[in-house]
């Protein structure tokens, strides 16, 4: 299965922020899309950061609560790695889980084209163990069609 795959299914709706905006606003982004993670973007197509609930907190931690007034392009993560819809869902997992990401940005021609997150991807899985299980059920009780 390819990173296309999910997108088809997910959509490809993401939701950037530019690099000026206050975490504090950054915060109300993520409640208000019930996502762990936004892309850093000046134009919507490029990808220049991605911040996750995570960089949130570590800051918080860090430096307290004045992070909340500081932009996003403080904590965030500029050094992104992103994938290209044709990308094995395979490697993006194991992308996922060596390099510990729980977001990854589609690129497209050098546009950005989606995000893939680690609940798509275990959404994913468990989709097709389902599948799998029925499959194998219909076949022992003989009711395939």
Known sequence: MRISDILRVKGDQVVTVPPDTPVVRLLEVLAQHRIGAVVVSRDGTSVEGIVSERDIVRALAARGADVL?????????????????????????????????????????????????????????????????????????????
């Open 69 to 145: 007034a500081e932009p996003v392009s403080i904590i965030a993560t500029t050094q992104v790695r992103t994938v290209a819809p044709d990308a094995q869902l395979e490697d993006v997992e194991r992308l996922m889980t060596e390099r510990r990401f729980r977001h990854v940005p589609v690129v497209t021609d050098g546009v950005l084209s989606g995000v893939v997150s680690i609940g798509d991807v275990v959404k994913n899985r468990i989709d097709e163990l389902e599948s799998e299980r029925t499959t194998l059920a219909e076949y022992i009780t003989g009711e395939r069609s």
